[in-house]
């Protein structure tokens, strides 16, 4: 299984970007989807999640009306949309991929900063 985020760089505060994460090795259509983030001496936290018919969505609450968590199971991908960004955004960003109640297959990440 591989899961390939991109879409991260550098924005300024009031900005947008949208991530991508193409997956392949899945049946992609039958996995839930998250984005997680994480900065230096932290740990990984929650930041969207999609079910696998794009019927329910969750946000963290840091997120929640900015980010749009969204997919395509023709192309294998999920998205984040991400506005009106803030500097505590910056975060390397990573997707996963569930399978039942774990969490089971990470992609490499992709570096946003914000800059106020």
């Known amino acids: 299984v591989q899961l390939q985020a991109s879409g991260g760089g550098l924005v300024q505060a009031g900005g947008s970007l949208r991530l991508s994460c193409a997956a392949s090795g899945l049946t992609f259509r039958s996995n839930a989807m998250g984005w997680f983030r994480q900065t230096p001496g932290e740990e990984r936290k929650f930041v969207a999640y999609?079910?696998?018919?794009?019927?329910?969505?969750n946000y963290s609450d840091s997120v929640k009306g900015r980010f749009t968590i969204s997919r395509d199971n023709a192309k294998n991908t999920v998205y984040l949309q991400m506005n009106s960004l803030m500097p505590e955004d910056t975060a390397v960003y990573f997707c996963?991929?569930?399978?039942?109640?774990?969490?089971?297959?990470w992609g490499k990440g992709t570096l946003v900063t914000v800059s106020s």
């Open positions: 999609i079910n696998p018919s794009a019927t329910r969505k």
């Open positions: 996963a991929a569930k399978y039942g109640s774990n969490w089971t297959f």
